[in-house]
């Protein structure tokens, strides 16, 4: 199969004044996994950082590179296929934090550090001594990294990213999803419809931290999000909940079309976001699993108007990618040059197999991991 791919390539580019070194050939990005935005090195004649997306995919072994500045993926020294930083062997998680990037490998059991050079990692930085399942970033008040990892059990390690002695403490019931808010004051654990909330700063107390009362929702918790006010959840009965971090009183609930597999909070990105709906300039961006893209109005506790995209069924994009979404992630392209877009505040939808972009606010969207003509 590569050896027929390998000659397609040769008599596409020989016969096709069309096909050139920008091109990607289309299913070279796989099943993916998990996506970051991080500062990066993407090309050797250039010392300008851009602001790129790093795309784990555990399946071939590496990480790939979109530069959304340049909006066109960062490729291979022959070109045509997109670069691959190898890191591990199955790499299925990327997060990153205070411009350093890591990916998780449950196969090996290390955290990777990729550098903005983009050059493959050659040895993990961290080794673990148990097989790691949920991966998030932290850190102390001396501005030390930490992961947060899971087991596949019950148990959450604190490791250090750097010189430093781990932490564990047992949940005591299976861990669903872990996440940090913006201001990295508070992290988040979901097991089914219980959802507890803890103070950063208690995993470096004597002891470890101590469980708190959970708060019990009346369903399964798929996705959430959170910032320094307030954290937000989706439910499995179609439902977005909003909390405040301060109380964990509840801050208004909105029922959706479908169950919410990823959620934007705009404040995630430096500036001012772009409104949306009829001209809000509060509100969050939720993935859904019936292929839908929404914008919802939210400002101080109330809902208002909604702005839905749908996915058109000419994408080509199949039906099991659009209901697998597994990030939405907003990305500042300041400087990004004449590219089609025309927008600076960008988002990216990510799902399992396929990316899209568009405009913050906007209701069209750009397929990526197509062939370009």
Request: one cysteine or more; glycine letters at 8%.
């Amino acid at each position: 199969m590569r050896i027929l791919l390998l000659l397609s390539l040769l008599i596409l580019s020989a016969g096709s004044s069309c096909l050139d070194s920008q091109t990607v050939l289309p299913g070279q990005l796989g099943q993916i996994t998990d996506a970051s935005v991080a500062s990066c090195l993407p090309y050797k004649d250039s010392d300008t950082a851009h602001q790129c997306l790093l795309i784990a995919n555990p399946y071939q072994g590496a990480a790939r590179v979109f530069d959304a500045m340049a909006n066109q993926f960062v490729l291979s020294p022959i070109g045509y296929f997109p670069l691959a930083v190898a890191s591990g062997k199955a790499p299925n998680q990327v997060a990153t934090l205070d411009g350093k990037t890591f990916v998780l490998d449950p196969v090996t059991r290390a955290i990777y550090e990729i550098p903005s050079s983009l050059i493959s990692p050659l040895a993990p930085m961290k080794g673990l001594d148990f097989t790691p399942n949920l991966f998030v970033l932290t850190k102390d008040d001396m501005g030390k990294i930490w992961a947060l990892v899971s087991d596949n059990f019950t148990i959450i390690h604190a490791v250090p990213l750097e010189a430093g002695a781990a932490f564990s403490f047992d949940m005591g019931m299976a861990v669903n999803l872990i996440q940090v808010d913006l201001s990295h004051q508070y992290f988040f654990v979901a097991s089914g419809a219980n959802l507890f909330q803890f103070a950063v700063g208690a995993i470096f107390t004597a002891g470890g931290p101590k469980i708190p009362e959970a708060l019990v929702q009346t369903s399964a918790i798929r996705a959430m999000a959170a910032d320094a006010t307030n954290f937000y959840l989706s439910l499995a009965e179609k439902k977005l909940v909003v909390y405040s971090t301060v109380n964990e009183t509840a801050q208004g609930s909105m029922t959706l079309d479908a169950v919410a597999q990823a959620i934007y909070l705009p404040g995630s990105m430096a500036g001012t976001p772009t409104p949306c709906c009829n001209g809000a300039k509060e509100w969050i961006a939720v993935l859904l699993t019936n292929g839908g893209f929404q914008y919802l109005a939210y400002t101080n506790g109330v809902f208002g108007e909604t702005q839905k995209l749908f996915i058109p069924d000419d994408s080509g994009i199949s039906s099991f990618a659009l209901s697998n979404p597994i990030k939405l992630l907003g990305v500042n392209a300041t400087g990004h040059g004449n590219d089609g877009l025309g927008c600076e505040r960008r988002l990216f939808l990510v799902y399992s197999g396929t990316l899209l972009n568009t405009c913050e606010g906007s209701r069209v969207v750009k397929r990526l991991d197509q062939m370009a003509y």
